[in-house]
């Protein structure tokens, strides 16, 4: 990844998938790893789908020359009460999920309300940014990737992407991303409650 630093990702192990499961809306896990004599802990819920899109539209992209280029709205309405974390990601054609530039939100505006607001995009944000990257062009499969998340993993997110934009801004405020892993690990232990839709482009 860089001098001196290793990233690691842990999944299901293909060799052995009956230790696979499927996780459930509204439980709690855990999380414990054990390596060079030091444990790691952290928890995480997967919340309800406190929230899913009512209506997903494509609207002309504004103030573009190219007219088959198209902004996507989502329509959604916010339960009152407030504690509610969300992220979202989009899949487009054959290309993986991406995750927007600012990909994760609360309700701390919304709260209670009924919204309609444009969603980018996601980006792979190993590549360099590319010209109407915000918007998605006639024929184009979209699948819309929607998720209800908790408080740490939002937490995360949130000062990842903030410190990730901050690169190189010498104004910038100082930033530090807040994981949930005990004994002082960088990174997140995350869940999400995922909500999919796929819509083609007119």
């Known amino acids: ?11 299901i192990d293909s060799s ?13 896990y855990t999380l414990k ?3 060079e004599g030091e444990e790691y802990n952290a ?24 007219t ?10 916010e339960p009152a009460g407030l504690g509610n974390y969300y992220r979202y990601f989009t899949k487009l054609n054959s290309e993986p999920f991406y995750p927007g530039y600012n990909s994760v939100f609360d ?13 980018p995009q996601g980006v792979n944000k190993n590549d360099v940014p590319k010209p109407d990257s915000m918007f998605y062009k006639v ?7 929607f998720c209800n998340i908790d408080k740490s993993t939002y937490d995360f997110w949130n000062t990842w992407e903030f410190a990730f934009q901050s690169i190189g801004n010498p104004f910038s405020q ?7 892993i005990s004994n002082g690990a960088l990174g997140a232990f995350s869940a999400y409650a995922a909500w999919y839709r796929t819509l083609i482009v007119k």
Do not use: W
């Not at 990844?1 to 999944?11: L, N």
């Not at 052995?16 to 709690?28: K, P, R, V």
């Not at 024929?139 to 990737?145: A, L, N, R």
């Open 107 to 119: 309700d701390k505006i919304l709260d209670g309300s009924t919204y309609d607001v444009q969603f």
């Open 139 to 145: 024929g184009d499969t979209v699948t819309f990737k």
């Open 174 to 180: 100082p930033n530090k991303v807040r994981g949930n």
């Open 33 to 35: 790893v054990i390596a």
């Open 1 to 11: 990844v860089a001098p001196g630093y290793a990233a690691y990702f842990y999944g």
């Open 16 to 28: 052995s998938l009956s230790t696979a499961f499927a996780g459930e809306l509204n439980t709690n």
């Open 43 to 66: 928890s995480v819920k997967i919340p309800t789908l406190a929230s899913v899109p009512d209506t997903i539209y494509f609207k002309q992209a504004p103030f573009n020359p190219d």
């Open 68 to 77: 088959t280029k198209r902004a996507m709205f989502v329509k959604a309405h």
